[in-house]
């Protein structure tokens, strides 16, 4: 029996959650996706204007909510009122379309029933095809499409939706079919004989009252009743919920379902079915990219149990739908000026268009596409910089192998290169091990048969993916490419066995733990380690990036400790260095940290001053480097910040002590007394930053000594040099202003000796939450703020760096945090400091400059915010630059 209906009228219109689509009329459109998910407000578009539409019908992402939301209330897993007499009126629409009814063996119709959210989540959510056969309906079916066809759906209706709505392992299913084709002696599904599929229904049947105690639900409105139930439930799965945790998909209502009547692939060889992009999703090429499979449906291609064919081969066997696919694939990508993603099915020479969406790109098509839109005409500049992601810059700047040709004689085995790029990890065999690995520090390779939504966690985990079954459309290629990591699928020559934790490539075992190289651009399986070097960049970036700078209005700075580094950031187009860290120079030789400890372990400033004048000369020379590579740009040096304590050794005291007093001419009593003096009960709160400059002014002056000597040494070689001096963790104007005082008064010496003056800046970091709150006091001593929102936000939060990976994943699993607060900034309250401070340090000093050198700084969403404050720049590691300049493009349009 179906659901009784509720009797009230419906949903008024204001709270219509039902939308029909389907010959050429339509009650949606694309920019409805809040409403209707991505899936339904494509479908209502394509129909919309003109495209050969399957009729149906979408349940809306609200009603979706409606129904979480009762579920929480604790009301059961029932739909919202009035929406299942929606859904019938609608039914009812589709069957008026179609001439046929569900459920009617004279005229059967059958639906699919597929999820849709605004976001793309794709595989994440779940869908049933072919609902609606039942004993009687299949007897109809066959008498007017053939008894093979109509047992086929059967059997595959059974099993879709035992596992989707009832809960039945799928693997129960698949054991009946792979013992059939073993009796039989078949390799492929097709090649089953009429009886062969009649046996194989009896027998999915009997899974239903072995596994259930409960006979198969035969009646069709029951079927689609329950069929939108589980997809609203499958919002909530455990794969669906760690997909938007980990691609930060938050503030949706839920899932859209999408009920449309069914079109067959697998109606003999005039029909099949197949997935392609309008563009080259990896190479970004202007060319058909995609896969077809001939007597067969959408499951087969996109679940990789079938290898399908390449897109050309269906020019040869069914030449007219081809023909009137690429015309449909103009057309759609005139309308949304994108490169799409499309699934169609033909249906016994009948063109169907399933499903359209804007295709995920790597990086590297990502550019290209952008570019040779423009070129073509059409998109503008603006709508090229909306269309490339920061995540897919952060792709281009990924490793690639050394030198390609010199393993080819460790390949091993060749799959198809469906996501490009280099990857060097230890194979493992399951996600959940390779998140366990990956949260170890260990660089993993997931070898898998086939993915599955499930494997998500372990996808995003790994480096690279390795599966022996699937084409370039499957699921772990979509997923892979989506996030730039590289994947190699369909590599038939691979034998994985997941209970023994093996994998046989090539006639070699290998074990979890052995070392595997992966080139995603070619197919190519690599024994060992290979090594990596950095990815060289397109001429296309370059355009790309030009445009990016012409409107984007935040500055983009590099944080940089070395003249390498500030060659690098200056390369990847930063306009200055937002951070130098003075204390990376102390520990980049023997010499140097000797000379550091010789001064920790000083006992009187004439003891301190000396083991300065040994350091004076390395930072002198480091500046220098740093000047000339930031030639007329600004260059922002943090004062030594670092409790001293990090200096020492590490190791047990008696081997500390025996280093000191190699290292200094301190007794042993005097190392053990200090090594116990320098020691501290919680270092982020302790002796460091200007602390450390106020109880020695010494180690101030030769810092602000060598900036000087070494910026007009490096003015008199014909460089321009603007430096810009910043002092850590003040939290009172009275530090900061003892600091200014004996930074100006080694300034002075050194320009009256030099006889000559240079401009420089003095500024404060902001990352102790009381200068934030009393910016004003300090913006009347500070010409710059730079917020440290590390630090800021470890002293907001009250959370170590250090230790928060003992809790995050909790407080991540169960929704008290949203993200990882020291990857992505928490915009309540460490960016309400942020905005508090800009605001009063402005107060005072109306052209105060504000900028960021946290880790922030490169992080897309958090850059959004610091342009929407009206900071001047954000600073970032060299080879985040790119993205951090398409963030601020982005958040200046």
């Known amino acids: 029996?179906?659901?009784?209906?509720?009797?009230?009228?419906?949903?008024?219109?204001?709270?219509?959650?039902?939308?029909?689509?389907?010959k050429g009329r339509s009650d949606g459109n694309k920019a409805m996706k809040d409403l209707l998910g991505g899936k339904?407000?494509?479908?209502?578009?394509?129909?919309?204007?003109?495209?050969?539409?399957?009729?149906?019908?979408?349940?809306?992402?609200?009603?979706?909510?409606?129904?979480?939301?009762?579920?929480?209330?604790?009301?059961?897993?029932?739909?919202p009122p009035g929406l299942w007499d929606e859904v019938l009126d609608a039914l009812r629409c589709v069957e008026r379309d179609m001439g046929a009814g569900l459920g009617d063996p004279r005229r059967p119709l059958l639906l699919s029933v597929r999820s849709g959210a605004a976001v793309s989540m794709p595989g994440m959510m779940d869908t049933?095809?072919?609902?609606?056969?039942?004993?009687?309906?299949?007897?109809?079916?066959a008498e007017r499409s053939g008894r093979r066809f109509a047992f086929d759906s059967y059997r595959r209706f059974l099993d879709m939706f035992g596992n989707v709505v009832m809960g039945i392992p799928h693997e129960l299913f698949e054991e009946k079919l792979e013992a059939m084709k073993v009796a039989k002696g078949l390799?492929?599904?097709?090649?089953?004989?009429?009886?062969?599929?009649?046996?194989?229904?009896?027998?999915y049947k009997n899974v239903y009252v072995v596994t259930k105690g409960e006979q198969f639900p035969s009646d069709p409105k029951r079927q689609l009743h329950l069929a939108i139930l589980a997809v609203f439930d499958s919002w909530d799965s455990t794969r669906a919920k760690k997909y938007r945790s980990i691609n930060r998909i938050t503030g949706l209502k839920g899932t859209a379902v999408n009920v449309q009547c069914m079109?067959?692939?697998?109606?003999?060889?005039?029909?099949?079915?197949?997935?392609?992009?309008?563009?080259?999703?990896?190479?970004?090429?202007?060319?058909?990219?995609?896969?077809?499979?001939?007597?067969?449906?959408?499951?087969?291609?996109?679940?990789?149990?079938?290898?399908?064919?390449?897109?050309?081969?269906?020019?040869?066997?069914?030449?007219?739908?081809?023909?009137?696919?690429?015309?449909?694939?103009?057309?759609?990508?005139?309308?949304?000026?994108?490169?799409?993603?499309?699934?169609?099915?033909?249906?016994?020479?009948?063109?169907?268009?399933?499903?359209?969406?804007?295709?995920?790109?790597?990086?590297?098509?990502?550019?290209?596409i952008a570019v040779d839109m423009v070129n073509e005409g059409l998109i503008d500049h603006r709508s090229a910089i909306k269309m490339v992601e920061p995540r897919h810059l952060d792709q281009l700047l990924h490793p690639q192998f050394e030198n390609p040709s010199s393993y080819k004689d460790k390949v091993i085995a060749a799959g198809l290169p469906a996501s490009p790029g280099a990857a060097v990890g230890q194979i493992v065999f399951a996600a959940f091990d390779a998140e366990t690995w990956h949260s170890e520090g260990k660089s993993v390779i997931l070898v898998r048969t086939e993915t599955s939504a499930e494997d998500v966690g372990g996808m995003h985990a790994a480096v690279g993916i390795l599966t022996a079954r699937g084409g370039m459309t499957s699921h772990a290629a979509v997923v892979a490419r989506g996030w730039g990591k590289c994947c190699v699928a369909g590599c038939s020559s691979i034998h994985v066995n997941d209970a023994e934790k093996v994998v046989v490539v090539g006639g070699k075992v290998l074990y979890e733990g052995d070392w595997l190289s992966l080139n995603g651009s070619t197919g190519e399986v690599i024994l060992g380690k290979?090594?990596?070097?950095?990815?060289?960049?397109?001429?296309?970036?370059?355009?790309?990036?030009?445009?990016?700078d012409e409107v984007k209005q935040l500055k983009v700075m590099v944080n940089a400790d070395t003249p390498a580094d500030a060659l690098a950031g200056r390369k990847n187009g930063a306009e200055g260095i937002g951070l130098c860290r003075t204390e990376h120079m102390f520990f980049s030789s023997d010499e140097r940290i000797k000379a550091m400890r010789q001064m920790i372990m000083a006992d009187t400033a004439e003891q301190r001053q000396e083991a300065l004048g040994l350091l004076l000369p390395y930072q002198k020379t480091d500046f220098e480097g740093i000047f000339r590579a930031m030639d007329g740009l600004p260059v922002t040096i943090r004062l030594l910040d670092p409790p001293l304590h990090e200096f020492l050794p590490e190791g047990n005291v008696e081997d500390v002590v025996h280093m000191l007093s190699c290292h200094t001419n301190s007794t042993h009593e005097e190392i053990l007394a200090r090594v116990e003096k320098l020691s501290e009960v919680n270092p982020m709160l302790g002796f460091r930053g200007c602390r450390l400059g106020i109880s020695y002014p010494e180690l101030t002056a030769m810092q602000a000594r060598a900036v000087f000597e070494a910026a007009i040494a490096v003015n008199d070689q014909g460089f321009q040099v603007l430096p810009e001096i910043m002092v850590p963790l003040v939290g009172t104007p009275q530090e900061l202003g003892q600091q200014v005082s004996v930074i100006r008064q080694v300034a002075d010496k050194v320009f009256a000796h030099a006889e000559t003056t240079i401009t420089y800046r003095i500024g404060s970091m902001i990352e102790v939450p009381r200068a934030a709150l009393i910016a004003d006091e300090i913006a009347e001593l500070a010409e710059f703020f730079s917020f440290g929102t590390n630090d800021l936000t470890q002293m907001t939060f009250g959370y170590s760096r250090d230790d928060i990976g003992k809790f995050l994943p909790t407080y991540m699993s169960q929704g008290i945090l949203q993200h990882d607060p020291f990857e992505v900034l928490d915009q309540k309250g460490v960016g309400e400091l942020v905005k508090i401070a800009t605001e009063r340090g402005r107060r005072s000093?109306?052209?105060?400059?504000?900028?960021?050198?946290?880790?922030?700084?490169?992080?897309?969403?958090?850059?959004?915010?610091?342009?929407?404050?009206?900071?001047?720049?954000?600073?970032?590691?060299p080879f985040r630059v790119p993205i951090a300049r398409l963030a601020a493009a982005q958040a200046a349009l």
């Open 530 to 548: 290979l090594p990596l070097s950095l990815p060289t960049l397109s001429a296309d970036l370059g355009t790309f990036m030009s445009w990016v």
């Open 263 to 368: 079109v067959f692939g697998n109606m003999g060889s005039t029909s099949g079915t197949g997935v392609l992009f309008t563009r080259n999703p990896s190479t970004g090429e202007k060319k058909l990219y995609g896969e077809f499979l001939v007597n067969a449906q959408g499951e087969d291609v996109v679940s990789g149990n079938r290898t399908p064919q390449e897109l050309d081969a269906m020019k040869e066997c069914m030449p007219e739908p081809y023909a009137e696919l690429v015309e449909n694939c103009k057309i759609l990508e005139k309308h949304y000026k994108e490169m799409m993603d499309i699934e169609f099915t033909v249906q016994e020479n009948r063109l169907w268009m399933l499903q359209c969406r804007t295709g995920k790109r790597t990086g590297k098509g990502a550019v290209k």
């Open 1 to 22: 029996m179906a659901p009784a209906a509720h009797r009230d009228g419906g949903a008024p219109e204001t709270e219509r959650r039902v939308f029909h689509f389907g």
């Open 187 to 203: 390799r492929n599904d097709t090649e089953l004989n009429v009886k062969d599929l009649e046996d194989l229904v009896a027998e």
């Open 128 to 141: 049933v095809l072919n609902l609606g056969l039942n004993d009687g309906v299949v007897d109809g079916l």
């Open 40 to 79: 339904g407000a494509n479908l209502a578009e394509m129909a919309r204007i003109g495209l050969s539409v399957p009729p149906g019908f979408t349940v809306s992402t609200e009603a979706c909510r409606q129904y979480q939301q009762q579920l929480g209330g604790g009301g059961g897993a029932a739909m």
């Open 845 to 877: 000093r109306p052209d105060l400059k504000v900028g960021i050198c946290g880790e922030h700084g490169g992080e897309p969403s958090s850059v959004a915010f610091f342009a929407k404050v009206g900071l001047d720049y954000v600073s970032c590691s």
